[in-house]
């Protein structure tokens, strides 16, 4: 394994058994009124399950967000050990979209939030948030680093490739026969 994929592998793992013990914190207290081992599995969102005790649908579509979102850690984690070199521009795209289910997943958890007054879960979210943020920042950086681009070299691709559209329609030109426009400079 390269050493520049352990932060990204090691952050996605993390965050695969977060959501995963979220998601059986969330299955496990179903029946019974709320999460049956609220101090192990989840210690992230305290009083979620007791929120949604009396709502068992969303219980379930919440457990199901977050087994989805830890399958997409997971996927993002045996990606970075796996894919060793190759295809770079496939890899990039499975941690975001990891990412982008957890945003949705916890919007999710706070919206549910929203409806039940607890302090502690917007405390929780706000640090589940912010982990995710810094996260995906790493990950992010560390992917950039990997490649060796930066934006700007973005911007710099995109100058070039006019600046050799004008030369290739230029030559063009001068094979052609054509007389220069006005306002070009002969060469």
Not at 80 to 87: E, Q, V
Request: proline share 5%; hydrophobic share 50%.
């Amino acid at each position: 394994m390269p050493m520049t994929r352990i932060l990204t592998f090691s952050l996605s793992l993390y965050w695969a058994i977060f959501f995963a013990c979220h998601s059986v914190s969330m299955l496990a207290g179903f029946g019974q009124g709320g999460a049956i081992a609220p101090g192990v599995f989840s210690s992230g969102f305290p009083g979620l399950s007791d929120a949604l005790s009396t709502r068992p649908f969303f219980m379930l579509a919440l457990s199901a967000a977050f087994a989805l979102t830890a399958a997409l850690f997971l996927w993002s984690a045996l990606s970075a050990l796996l894919l060793s070199g190759k295809s770079e521009r496939q890899f990039h795209d499975i941690p975001r979209h990891a990412f982008a289910s957890a945003g949705v997943t916890v919007t999710a958890a706070f919206i549910v939030a929203a409806t039940h007054p607890a302090a502690a879960l917007f405390q929780s979210i706000s640090l589940v948030v912010a982990g995710l943020a810094g996260s995906y920042a790493a990950i992010a950086s560390e992917g950039l680093a990997r490649t060796g681009e930066s934006p700007e070299a973005e911007e710099n691709t995109g100058s070039r490739m006019m600046a050799l559209d004008a030369a290739h329609t230029s030559l063009l030109e001068r094979v052609a026969g054509l007389p220069a426009k006005p306002g070009r400079g002969d060469v």
